[in-house]
């Protein structure tokens, strides 16, 4: 589970929480109990944003959804559920 952090607790550990987030555990900071901002590593924002990207992509998502149509459905194990 990703840590959470106060405010105060992220503004006087924000370098300690950055280099979590360069090895790639998001952060998250919250408000009270409401969560307000997360901190992540550039490598896995990097992979949101190609994420992002991809679906975004009509052409991209045509060929996924065709891989899917032909794709065998896997059963579902009663531990899944």
């Given amino acids: 589970m990703a840590p959470t952090y106060s405010i105060a ?29 997360y901190i992540l590593g550039k490598g896995r924002m990097d992979a949101i944003i190609q994420a992002m990207e991809i679906l975004a992509n009509p052409a991209a998502m045509q060929v996924l959804a065709a891989h899917k149509a032909v794709r065998p459905s896997r059963p579902q ?3 899944s559920l």
């Avoid at 300690?16 to 901002?37: F, H, L, N, Y």
């Fill in 9 to 37: 607790e992220g503004q006087a550990q924000f370098h300690e929480i950055v280099r979590q987030a360069q090895s790639g555990i998001v952060a998250t900071i919250a408000d009270g109990a409401e969560p307000v901002a």
């Fill in 77 to 79: 194990s009663s531990t």
